[in-house]
């Protein structure tokens, strides 16, 4: 949705009003995941897409009346569906789209809050209500935090856990259905080690839009690594001295490549230590035997050993550091999307 800031700020500066249709479940092969996101304007622009071209048409259709003020709807759409297959979902999967008017076009302190959460890098779950009724939907901050005042409890920890699984799903609220949309930060890489194939890993990591930090004491590593695509920040800390000033949460990736145990090992005990969504080292087979070593010797656990990702990446065979880079973000990317 970031991406489409400046056009849905001249729509609605413009007093247009506009729809906007999510996919909000998906069975078998479906196009697009839970979560996506197409906004309608009033002569039918796109901003997104739902399905890569298979369903918009319907959708465009039946946006006229929801953007002219009528209540929002539920449109399922599968291989068996007439619809369906007069416009292309021949894929075998079947998705259902809540269609409505964009709530932002008649309360303009519900945009004005979502636009600063997505402009800030804040996270936040957008509730909306997708059983009968009347148009209902809260913003909340993912520290359980409300910022409508009025939602109820029950969907505060609903949207938490929602963030905490980064998914964005369909929860039951008494007799009530909602549609949580997840609007998480920015995903953040922490690069433990300044090397070649360390600068070609925060390249990858920033083209897939992720903050990157590289953290590395050695002075004549971190000012001497040329990095084609600057990381957001370079520390010339120990990790022990950084790690502890960041939400080491299920948004944050890790991994060391250092090739010093006083500098990995470091980062792992406080890695291990936390929620951090994925945990990857550089090392061989043997050097990754010796790591283990050290860390049951250090008090952790088979299991909390078993959380990091060693030899990291995927086996492509690397040899290059563009290469080693590019397993590990294929790895990284992996780990991702098992939460989608």
Known sequence: MREYLNELDQWLAGGKPFSVATVIHTWGSAPRPVGTTMFIGEALEMLGSVSGGCVEGVVLQSSEETTAGAAGRLLKFGVSDDDAWSVGLTCGGTIEIFLEKFPGC?????????????????????????????????????DASNI????????????????????????QQ?????????FPRKLQLFVIGAAHASAELVHLARYFDFETT??????AFARNTHFPTPPDRIVEEYPAEVLPDYSLDEYSFAVVMAHDPKIDDQA?????????AYIGALSSKASNERRR?????????????????????????????????????AQIVAVKNQHQ
């Open 174 to 182: 008494g007799d009530e259905q909602w549609f949580l949309r997840v």
């Open 268 to 276: 792992l005990h406080l890695l291990l230590r936390s929620r951090a």
């Open 214 to 219: 590289v953290i590395d004491p050695r002075a």
């Open 106 to 142: 008649d309360n303009a302190a519900f945009w004005q809050t979502l636009r600063q959460c997505l402009t800030e890098n804040k996270s936040c779950v957008w509730a909306t209500r997708i059983s009968e009724g009347p148009a209902a939907h809260h913003l909340l901050l993912t």
């Open 293 to 329: 070593e050290r860390l049951l010797d250090a008090g952790f656990s088979e299991d909390e050993f078993r959380r990091i990702h060693a030899p990291v990446g995927l086996p492509i065979r690397s040899r290059t550091a563009k290469e080693i880079a590019l397993s590990i973000m």
């Open 148 to 171: 409508t005042h009025e939602s109820p409890l029950d969907l505060h920890e609903h949207a938490h856990r929602a963030w905490r699984e980064r998914k964005s799903q369909t929860v």
